[in-house]
């Protein structure tokens, strides 16, 4: 390949590739890191979900809660959730959040 052409190619990745990464994507954030107990719709409706009681993310109790709630039972955890800061940036959380919404 022409050595400038891959120069310019490495240089576009270089500068996409983090852009990309930087724009969290709340809903594949939700089915990777929090579906396998609160289910792809929400719902709770998994065998984790169910041994622990989940409330459906759906529900009027939960949607009902601030953002500023659910991004720090989020963050914090609570109980038997496990506590995400750390583990997520606060723009993923916001995200993951947001796409909480979506999910009513
Ligand atoms: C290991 C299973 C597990 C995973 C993974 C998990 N959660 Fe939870 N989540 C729980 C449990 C258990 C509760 C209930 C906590 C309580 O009320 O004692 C909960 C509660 C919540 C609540 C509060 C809902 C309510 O009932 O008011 C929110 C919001 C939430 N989780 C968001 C998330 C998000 C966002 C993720 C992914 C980043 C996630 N959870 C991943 C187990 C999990």
Excluded: W
Aim: aromatic share 2%; with cysteine; hydrophobic share 45%.
């Amino acid at each position: 390949m022409n050595r400038k052409l891959f120069a310019i190619i490495t240089l576009a990745i270089l500068i996409i590739l983090p852009a990309t990464l930087a724009a969290a994507d709340g809903a594949a954030l939700y089915k990777a890191k929090c579906a396998m107990c609160h289910g792809a719709d929400g719902s709770g409706m998994t065998p984790m979900g169910k041994s622990m009681k989940l409330r459906d993310l759906r529900s009027p109790e939960v949607q009902k809660q601030s953002d500023a709630e659910l991004t720090k039972v989020t963050a914090d955890g609570k109980g038997k959730m496990p506590a995400y800061k750390g583990k997520l940036t606060d723009a993923e959380i916001s995200a993951v959040v947001a796409h909480m919404r979506t999910l009513k």
